[in-house]
């Protein structure tokens, strides 16, 4: 499995070197999406410089604005749309918190990786639009192959019969399975979703997507396994047409069947002994409220919700949760509304709403256009992957990936934002003509 992944790391390599040559922006456009959600895909173990793998995400950023400055078309109007501002308004409010926190280091540390991994790729995102079809679709195979590379990476180098199996010592055992989950999401909503697929493609979707499925089992993670199919259901509702939406669900609910079924065959002690994680899962599933796991959340939403009534929705500060919860440095109460209710307070909550409620409306109004061949349902399906990982575990810079996919459901939708019409979408010859100007 080692060699499988050295293979795919070379190989992937030549495909983005060849990509770099072919166009430019389609290889920035790929470096930025997979180093946002596939970071930790990449075999960073092997270099020995610490902060390499953060560098190379604000490397890609770094390139996006130099990229956008080199076009033929400049227009700070990439600022001027409504997600941004929505975005920039939580951050404002989140800096401004700071001063009232009493938890200042665990404030200033949440709030400088908050601005630089949730609201700078935000503005990156926004600097290379228009999208066009191609590029909606390098995004979501960008995505696939992130977590179809980490999962291997799992295979290869993590204790998968420990109880939480992860790639690296540093790596989370849930941030590598929010990882592999994006891909699965997607992937599950393609062979839900997309009518009359070829055999052969349902056959290495299927493939991809159980090695991807069982990698998130052997994390012992419940959060993104609970959310592959959450997202699923959703977009199910809301993109299937009335006469097809009861066999999809049909589908979905024999898939979950055919879990319940392994679970019982998983339930021999020959096979449950050797893959903890996922009689992990079992366990905290079969023990909801009652394991230490969401007893400790319990806690901690009872110590934010006593927060919130004694400062009367005013907030505490940033970072304040863990002095309110008796921690010294690093708390949250794994609970993203909680968190900012507590922490920002009401002011904080509305900005919160009005950050999701921008996509959402977009999702609204690209429903009615919608067309079966359309992929912008599986964009949507990882902004609510990521939302409902938002609410069961990580903080506001934990959770770094939902305002960007937010930010995609924005951007990548079904219509063309009216105030950057005349922006064209400018190619690798674009950007030569321009550069050799200088």
Known sequence: ???????????????????????????????????????????????????????????????????????????????????????????????????????????????????????????????LYPYNEKDKQLILKVIIIGSFLMAIKLYAFGDTFAERATVSDQASSISVARTIGFGSTILLGYLL???????????????????????????????????????????ILLFSTKGIRLKIIAKLLIMLLMIGIGINVFQSDKIKDSFYGINRIIYYTTTIGKNTSDRGRIERYNVALNGIFETGGLGVGTGGFATLYGVEGRDYPHNIFLEIMVEQGIMGVIAFILTLWVPFSKIISCKSKYRKDSIYPFIVAVWFYALFNSFVSFDISGNHLLWLSG?????????????????KNERINDFSSSTSNC
């Open 1 to 127: 499995m080692v060699c499988i992944y050295y293979i795919s790391i070379l190989l992937l390599s030549f495909l983005y070197l060849k990509l770099m040559l072919k166009n430019l922006k389609e290889a920035i456009l790929a470096g930025f999406i997979f180093t946002q959600f596939s970071l930790g895909a990449l075999p960073w173990e092997i270099i020995p410089l610490d902060g390499i793998a953060f560098a190379t995400q604000l490397f890609f950023i770094f390139f996006t604005v130099i990229y956008f400055i080199k076009r033929k078309y400049v227009s700070l109007t990439f600022i001027q749309n409504k997600y941004t501002i929505s975005i920039m308004l939580l951050a404002s409010l989140v800096i401004f918190y700071l001063y009232l926190s009493d938890n200042t280091l665990y404030g200033i540390s949440k709030t400088i990786f908050f601005i630089l991994k949730g609201v700078l790729p935000v503005f990156a995102l926004g600097m």
């Open 193 to 235: 979703l997309k009518p009359k697929l070829s055999f052969i493609n349902v056959l290495i979707g299927l493939g991809f997507l159980v090695v991807c499925f069982f990698a998130v089992l052997i994390t012992g993670t419940r959060g993104p396994l609970l959310s592959i199919f959450f997202a699923s259901f959703l977009i």
């Open 407 to 423: 930010g995609m459901v924005y951007f990548l939708n079904c219509k063309r934002l009216t105030f950057l019409k005349e922006v």
